[in-house]
């Protein structure tokens, strides 16, 4: 099992920025694959980024290319999502997940792991 808790959402003023972190626990040495989603009101999980392992490779949403950045600390089993130049369409519940695959997959249902999600709201 692998525990996943996300910290650092928060209201926010379009153009803002904001870093999410989504720390590890458990049997770490399973994860590969960390992504990142977000959910808002009425509409389905869409994946935002994800990381390999060893941070090399990464993949984001067009929505978020250039103003989101994903990085993670596996000595500190953390992941991170630096959000910058937030806008009102970001507001979601902002999840992180962890899939051991060893590719990065934008389908939800393919990670195994997830954790309680954070609330990022942008107001305009």
């Known amino acids: 099992q692998v525990q996943l808790v996300e910290s650092g959402g928060g209201l926010v003023q379009a153009g803002g920025s904001l870093r999410l972190s989504c720390a590890a626990s458990?049997?770490?040495?399973?994860?590969?694959?960390m992504g990142w989603f977000r959910q808002a009101p009425g509409k389905e999980r869409e994946f935002v980024a994800g990381?390999?392992?060893?941070?090399?490779?990464?993949s984001y949403a067009d929505s978020v290319k250039g103003r989101f950045t994903i990085s993670r600390d596996n000595a500190k089993n953390t992941v991170y999502l630096q959000m910058n130049s937030l806008k009102p369409e970001d507001t979601a519940v902002y999840y992180c997940?962890?899939?051991?695959?060893?590719?990065?997959?934008?389908?939800?249902?393919?990670?195994?792991?997830w954790g309680q999600g954070t609330q990022v709201t942008v107001s305009s």
């Open positions: 458990g049997r770490t040495f399973s994860m590969n694959v």
């Open positions: 997940a962890a899939d051991p695959s060893g590719r990065i997959e934008v389908r939800a249902p393919l990670y195994d792991y």
């Open positions: 990381i390999t392992w060893s941070g090399s490779i990464t």
